[in-house]
């Protein structure tokens, strides 16, 4: 095995379900501190979504200097049944390594970890934020390194995160921004009866199918230069009556919103609640992103280049996918985010090639020399 893939080893060794905490933070503590890295471990947060252990690094550069930061997370998201073998227990059949988070993204953190051992001190700053909540509800993770970061004035140039962009071979993508996300929690309440007897009762479902065909219908947009359509599904109907002859007294669905720079989770929300109160029904949004673009333009073209000098490919921009804490981010400093392939994350049988993390660690040491001017 090589040296990253021995790294990416003991990560995917320490189990770390989503919210992480303890041993996968100290395998990660004892790889950097002999880098020259001082490393702040903290938790914030209470059950359900909590405690949650979060890690920021440092090795400072000389007066002056440019800061870049990696950033990443350590949690994964549950295992499953059906392994060929052990999810923790990591193991190399042919030329891949297999295990939960050899892709999403332990594999890239370790990474990370090989590419700063090949950059002088002196080169710059560099720095690691890394969360054990990004698979759960990232409530008490990044925003909380986030405010460290800012108590402490410790605020990157740029920032890389770690997250699986490329498809079919590494470095065919990266992702220069993320569309937004909000969840939304409706109900309509009517009046029990007998379904003999509908003057005597109020349906709530009749109000919720008719709310529900209005929001289905609405075309959000066609899209922008970067990003998709944004577009509002219906995740969930519950009305929870076991009678047949019974009017329910109360409806519910969800909603899930992806959505480009052309709207805000606030507008989107207000929508959605104005809707809902015309069929008699309330709204409860709960905004998990706002969409974010790192413009195409020096920090891109240094990917880019890494990317080109070590794959012979020039990964294409885009902004699909799902959320990361990109989104966060982005609040401050520029953010890319450029990773491994993605076809096995969140599977059974997860697994990434030994001979992509050597190639990522090489990007990933190029990116940095180059965002530190070196």
């Not at 609040?331 to 993605?342: H, K, Q, R, S, T």
């Amino acid at each position: 095995m090589t040296d990253v893939a021995t790294l990416a080893n003991r990560l995917i060794a320490a189990p770390s379900v989503t919210p992480a905490t303890g041993l996968v933070f100290e395998v990660l503590e004892a790889m950097l501190a002999p880098l020259g890295f001082a490393v702040y471990r903290f938790t914030a947060g209470e059950a359900p979504d909590g405690p949650v252990e979060n890690l920021f690094a440092l090795r400072k550069g000389p007066q002056g200097s440019k800061h870049f930061a990696f950033a990443g997370h350590l949690d994964v998201v549950p295992p499953g049944d059906g392994w060929t073998s052990a999810p923790f227990a990591p193991e190399v059949r042919g030329d891949l390594l297999h295990g939960r988070g050899a892709v999403d993204m332990k594999g890239a953190i370790a990474a990370m970890v090989a590419a700063v051992a090949e950059i002088p001190a002196g080169a710059g700053t560099v720095s690691f934020i890394i969360t054990g909540d990004e698979e759960g509800p990232a409530i008490h993770g990044t925003r909380a390194l986030i405010d460290h970061m800012r108590a402490v004035g410790e605020i990157p140039d740029l920032c890389l995160v770690g997250e699986p962009t490329s498809v079919n071979r590494l470095g065919d993508m990266m992702k220069i921004g993320r569309r937004g996300s909000v969840n939304v929690w409706l109900t309509v309440e009517g009046v029990q009866g007998h379904v003999a007897y509908p003057h005597l009762a109020d349906n709530p479902v009749s109000k919720l199918v008719a709310m529900l065909a209005e929001l289905d219908a609405r075309v959000l947009d066609e899209g922008t230069d970067w990003f998709q359509p944004s577009n509002l599904e219906i995740t969930e109907i519950e009305v929870g009556n076991p009678a047949t002859n019974v009017i329910p007294a109360r409806a519910r669905a969800r909603l899930s919103i992806r959505f480009n720079d052309l709207h805000s989770g606030a507008s989107l929300s207000d929508m959605v609640a104005a809707i809902a109160e015309k069929h008699g029904g309330t709204a409860l949004p709960i905004v998990s992103g706002e969409p974010f673009l790192t413009p195409p333009g020096a920090f891109s073209a240094m990917v880019a280049a890494a990317v080109e000098a070590e794959t012979g490919l020039v990964p294409e921009v885009s902004t699909t996918g799902g959320t990361s804490d990109a989104r966060f981010l982005k609040d401050l400093c520029p953010v890319i985010e450029f990773g491994l392939c993605n076809a096995t994350m969140h599977k059974r049988d997860e697994a990434v090639a030994v001979a992509d993390l050597d190639t990522l660690s090489r990007i990933y040491a190029r990116i940095a020399l180059s965002a530190l001017g070196g």
